[in-house]
């Protein structure tokens, strides 16, 4: 079994202040080539104003080609606000189409496409999304004590029925550590970025 951590928060040379913090945890319960069967499970809290978050996601994905995943979840999402009491629960069908490509032995540019059926507690339709992200990762030629990659990368998020983007997810730098020979640990900072209808908001 393998097990990917995944920490979103700040890299030890930045300030010690984040609007959120998130954490992510990916098991992989099955591994038998071309399939893939894990369970993602995420959290998030603002610390602005008083929201956090937990979600559960299934997860299969089959290597159709060499440079070709494709991929389907069904998350499960919990979104709570402490300040006001308001909590809506939240299914999410998902269905993923990932090219990648191998620019060199250590250099990889991943491009996960994601559409995304959300189906929102108390309300009367679905909120469809899909979401791109392309990622560039080095892996380095011999590992620097547990560090084994550098990578960067940056998410789109587009409204179908506002027929326009709401959200960007930008990563400018990220790390992972080779914890065990099953585990790895990646710690990044992200710019997240909301655009109401008037304007841009990070």
Known sequence: MRLLL???????????????WWLWVNVDYYRKPPWTGSVFMGAFADAVDGSYGQMVSPRVKFAASPWLDLGLGLS?????????????????????INPHYNLSKQVRLDWRNRMEWRENQGAPSTANRTRHRMQLAWTLPQPLGPLTRIFASDECLMDLHLRRPTENRLVPLGLTFKLTASMDLDVF??????????????
């Not at 900072?189 to 990070?202: E, G, H």
Request: aromatic share 10%; glycine share 2%.
């Open 6 to 20: 995944i920490v979103l928060g700040f890299l030890s040379t930045l300030p010690a202040h984040a609007d959120e």
């Open 76 to 96: 499960m999402f919990r979104l709570e606000n402490t300040a006001t009491h308001d909590r809506y629960d939240q299914l999410r069908p998902e269905l993923e």
């Open 189 to 202: 900072y992200m710019l997240d970025s909301k655009r109401s209808k008037a304007a841009w908001k990070q």
